[in-house]
């Protein structure tokens, strides 16, 4: 048997994925059909696969861990990112060691040097930078990335493999469905734009606007300017104090994009301050479809859903398959599209417009 035989080579032989032969080693035959055990049996004893592959991985000093870098788990959507990865990464014999960043360099680069003298060899980070200049010197020394909700940069002095939706794809989904509402006065709700996914929703809010004729009024687009960190973690906060200052604008926007689904439902605490209501005097769309929270939210949230289930499946098995070099060549950059899912937040706002008009015409 070669020793560079691995989970993956069982699934590719037995054509099933590398979690079903993760099952089967583990015992949970109950998930899948018999034929399916039969074949995937077969496989091993062809190979000659035996469980005992994680001992090789030990001898070489590459343990079966893999490392998990956020912005932080005070977020739900990255509480679900990590859920997801941990338990994709135990279900094929991993391990996860997870780090909140607070998508700052210097404590991203300390972790990974960390991971690596640890002997953890790859590493999923989600903080979508504007530049990994900072993983250049671990990249050249064999640590595998794999980048989350980013896309490969020209500027990139080293291209990792990536996995994310289509962002500006997202935003444009988001506002013409706001713009087939009725709306022309949409906001940009965010936090300082300074990741490669915000600024690729940003430019997906821009594009659709102008596809439809509406020339984009920087003075909808909020940003807190006036914030150093990314309001990852106050981001109930910044959209509310977002959604005061554009609702009070004299020409205030009908409706609200936000970069995420906890600025929408800040959004919501802001333009209730001022005495709207949504979607009545203003409507709300969000980005991620943090399910429970946007469907017991009231009104429920109309976002843009990211497959996070899926998505992180993917980003795992990526990385493992790198680990093991059954994934070899050059990088890979797996786009999803995001899906729309409307709810209750958004409405047309020809309703209050209309009752505005008959008031003046009556008087």
Request: net charge negative; hydrophobic share 40%; glycine share 8%.
């Amino acid at each position: 048997m070669s020793e560079n035989v691995s989970v993956y080579d069982v699934a590719r032989l037995a054509k099933v994925s590398p979690s079903t032969v993760s099952n089967v080693l583990n015992g949970r035959l109950d998930r899948m059909r018999p034929e399916t055990t039969e074949r995937v049996m077969k496989a091993m004893e062809q190979l000659g696969y035996t469980p005992n592959q994680l001992a090789r991985q030990l001898k070489t000093g590459n343990v079966p861990m893999i490392g998990l870098i956020v912005p932080s788990v005070a977020n739900p959507f990255w509480g679900a990112v990590a859920r997801n990865v941990e338990e994709v990464a135990q279900s094929l014999g991993y391990q996860l060691l997870l780090c909140n960043a607070e998508r700052d360099p210097e404590r991203e680069q300390r972790y990974a040097e960390a991971m690596w003298s640890s002997g953890i060899r790859g590493v999923i980070f989600g903080s979508s930078p504007l530049s990994f200049d900072h993983l250049v010197p671990l990249a050249h020394r064999g640590l595998q990335v794999v980048a989350f909700d980013r896309q490969s940069q020209s500027a990139d002095q080293v291209v990792v493999d990536s996995i994310g939706v289509d962002n500006t794809l997202g935003a444009r989904l988001a506002v013409n469905h706001l713009l087939t509402e009725g709306h022309r006065r949409i906001g940009f709700l965010s936090g300082p734009i300074r990741t490669v996914s915000r600024l690729d929703r940003l430019a997906g809010y821009q594009a659709a606007l102008k596809n439809a004729g509406v020339e984009p009024d920087p003075a909808l687009i909020w940003e807190g300017a006036s914030v150093s960190a990314f309001g990852d973690i106050e981001g109930v906060e910044m959209g509310r104090a977002g959604a005061r200052t554009l609702l009070s604008r004299p020409e205030r926007p009908t409706a609200l994009f936000t970069v995420n689904d906890m600025y929408a439902l800040g959004a919501y605490a802001g333009a209730r301050d001022l005495g709207l209501h949504v979607p009545e005097d203003v409507s709300v769309i969000g980005f991620d479809d943090l399910v429970p929270l946007t469907e017991i939210s009231v009104p429920m949230l109309t976002t843009v859903r990211q497959p996070l289930p899926q998505m992180m499946c993917e980003a795992v098995e990526l990385l493992i398959g790198r680990l093991s070099k059954s994934r070899t060549g050059p990088p890979e950059h797996v786009v999803i599209e995001p899906e729309l899912i409307v709810r209750e937040s958004t409405a047309s706002p020809i309703s209050h417009i209309a009752v505005d008009t008959l008031t003046i015409n009556k008087e």
